[in-house]
């Protein structure tokens, strides 16, 4: 009797199905933002919470901004969806010490249409608010 030496061959594992998960979203500065301040009923708001997470909403925005929007008037409009009426500028100087919050304000009013102020009250209160911001810190 002969023996026939056996040839055993492996083969590897099959591979593994690729990974269903979704891409990471993108992150959500209008949440960010109502969680870094407490607003009254009709959306003023009455104190910053978390000023780094206030300044850190407040610079995606205007990067969203410049991002998706086409024209002025758009850039301004998108940047006027949120309430930005302040019961008080009390925190506006802490504010502005906010790392990249001045920096941020003062790239995107340049691509702003201050005249669709006229229009809208939640617009003219963004303006209100960038302009009190770069203003300390140019001081």
Not at 54 to 67: E, M, R, S
Not at 79 to 101: C, E, H, I, R
């Amino acid at each position: 009797m002969r023996i026939v030496p056996q040839v055993i061959i492996q083969m590897p594992p099959p591979p593994k199905p690729a990974s269903m998960q979704k891409p990471p979203s993108p992150p959500d500065f209008y949440g960010m933002l109502k969680c870094a301040i407490k607003q009254d009923t009709n959306q003023v708001i009455l104190v910053v919470l978390q000023h780094p997470l206030f300044a850190q909403a407040v610079i995606g925005l205007c990067n969203t901004a410049k991002a998706f929007s086409r024209t002025p008037t758009d850039h301004t409009w998108f940047l006027g969806t949120t309430g930005w009426q302040f019961a008080n500028q009390a925190n506006f100087t802490v504010l502005a010490d906010q790392k990249g919050l001045f920096l941020a304000l003062s790239a995107i009013l340049p691509l702003l249409d201050r005249g669709a102020a006229n229009d809208s009250i939640k617009v003219w209160a963004f303006f209100t608010f960038a302009d009190a911001i770069i203003a300390i810190e140019d001081h």
